[in-house]
């Protein structure tokens, strides 16, 4: 957070709505680090996703190379188009 621009005009905490303009310098401070820190936990949370969703890949892939190891069928040129 670098400038005031970083700062949202309005915020919500638990229910109530409260406008950035009406905190003391030291609050806005404490809000900049707010905001910041839930940047952040979405920016996690959206990673998370993205690699549990590459795990379900591999964990398919490999389940094909199982099945195709052991029966000597490729799944996947069945099912592809």
């Known amino acids: 957070m670098k400038n005031k621009s970083d700062i949202p005009e309005n915020f919500n905490i638990d229910g109530v709505e409260y406008k950035s303009a009406e ?44 099945i195709k190891t052991k029966s000597g069928i490729d799944l996947s040129s069945l099912l592809d188009d």
């Open 23 to 66: 905190l003391s310098s030291e609050s806005l401070e404490i809000l900049k680090k707010l905001t910041f820190t839930t940047l952040k936990i979405r920016e996690i949370q959206n990673d998370k996703a993205l690699m549990k969703k590459a795990r379900n890949a591999y964990i398919s892939d490999i389940k094909k190379e199982i």
